[in-house]
């Protein structure tokens, strides 16, 4: 694939606004470590390598192991994530497949006895935002630097 569009430079408005909700989620409760695991999954399903590339980038500068970032898309197998993890992943998988999954009453539950009422719109912010990003970054042929 090569760049279509550079949307930075082509939409300097939507990207200014997109960057006030990322300034957002860095103010939210939900720990950075979790907030770029979740970047780094819905990033693999989309299939975004520009977001892929940053987000695991940022990852390792908080200290994020390698077996962790290597493990992300086979989470439910490992046991060295945490519930709280396991269930922002699982919640950040059926929110980037929507169409297919939605997010079930079960899921739902689990997710809320790991986080707060706050804690899960931040989660759900969080999600719609890195998938914004991914859509955004896909269909404009952002590469990976």
């Not at 892929?52 to 493990?71: D, I, S, W």
Request: proline share 1%; aromatic share 8%; hydrophobic share 40%.
């Amino acid at each position: 694939m090569t760049q279509r569009i550079n949307y930075f430079k082509m939409m300097p408005e939507v990207v200014k606004m997109m960057r006030e909700i990322e300034k957002y989620t860095k103010k939210s409760t939900v720990s950075k470590k979790l907030q770029e695991l979740m970047k780094i999954r819905a990033s693999q399903i989309n299939g975004c390598a520009f977001c892929l590339n940053m987000h695991t980038v940022e990852a390792r500068k908080l200290g994020e192991t390698e077996q962790r970032l290597y493990c992300i898309s086979a989470w439910r197998d490992c046991t060295f994530y945490s519930e709280q993890e396991k269930a922002a992943l699982a919640l950040t998988e059926q929110i980037t497949l929507i169409a297919e999954n939605h997010v079930s009453d079960e899921l739902y539950h689990h997710v809320r006895q790991q986080f707060t009422e706050t804690e899960y719109l931040d989660l759900l912010v969080l999600i719609n935002q890195i998938n914004s990003w991914n859509r955004l970054s896909i269909a404009t042929g952002m590469m990976a630097e």
